[in-house]
């Protein structure tokens, strides 16, 4: 069976499920790709032929898929269309993610032939708080060009779309998490919630000087949650946390000191790896 176009689609603030999801990509190695980037806005209405490979790549927030990118991807419709589902996440657990992603595509007309789990450093990670720092890296690209080489394998493989056979993303292993880890995370968590602690709502300007106004920020909002001209601004009710805006800023004026950052800093120190299923 011959594919000869990928579809790229991914949802990804702070780019990191994007150089998977491109990683993956190279490794498929078709003639033809397109892109479909669901974080800078929602999609018109798109059916994908079965001819297509589609590679979707998404973070997980909360042990979900980022509500946009859910909401997002519910446009996209497949025709038995064949597709490798990735999730990406800040190295401490993705949950239910995979699982959810699953459902979803399934619903909306595609075949999962293949999933795969990701590190990306974590949205909250800073220098001081380091969380999975410069994940995906070189040997996570790695992993992902196999991944997708081992996907067009498969697709060569099949003789014809009936005998390309679909996967069960719940059979991929769960990588090891020691259980000291998650009880300290656990026990750290209910301190904060006890303390009361608040919990900043958005990223905010400490040092309004540092601001040059150049607008990045709001390109880079996948909510429109800042408005060109009141960068220093951020809309509480659209804020999804993604982040995006404080890594983007070249002059580093947007900071999100969240008290998690030191938890998941502290409690996730041991890096997991990339898991497949082809
Ligand atoms: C609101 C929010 C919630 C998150 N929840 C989780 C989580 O439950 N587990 C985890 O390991 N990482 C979590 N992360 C980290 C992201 O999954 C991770 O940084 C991912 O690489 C971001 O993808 P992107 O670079 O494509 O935006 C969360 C990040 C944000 C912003
Ligand atoms: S990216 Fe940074 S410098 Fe540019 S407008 Fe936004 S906050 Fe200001
Ligand atoms: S304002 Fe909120 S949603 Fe927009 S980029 Fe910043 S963190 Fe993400």
Redesign the pocket.
Known sequence: MIISNTQNI?????????QVAEAIVRGVGTNKVATTDLTVGAIPETILPASTLAVIAV?????HV?PSAMERLRNLRGTNTPAALVV????????KALIELDWLMMEQGFKVIAAATF???????NSNYPI?SG?PDEDDLQAAFRFGEQIAQKIAAAGNPDTLYSIDVSRIPRPAQPFIQLLRFLGKVIALRKRAVPLPRTPWVEDENLCTHCGLCVKCCPVGAVALGDELHIDAQRC?????CVKSCPKKAKVYDTPFAALLSQCFRKQKKPQTIV
């Open positions: 991914y949802f990804s603030p702070t780019h990191t499920s994007k973070p997980v927030y909360g042990g980022a990406v996440y800040g190295n401490r657990a993705y949950e590190i990306g450093e974590h949205s909250y990670s999975a994940r999804i946390k993604c982040c995006a």
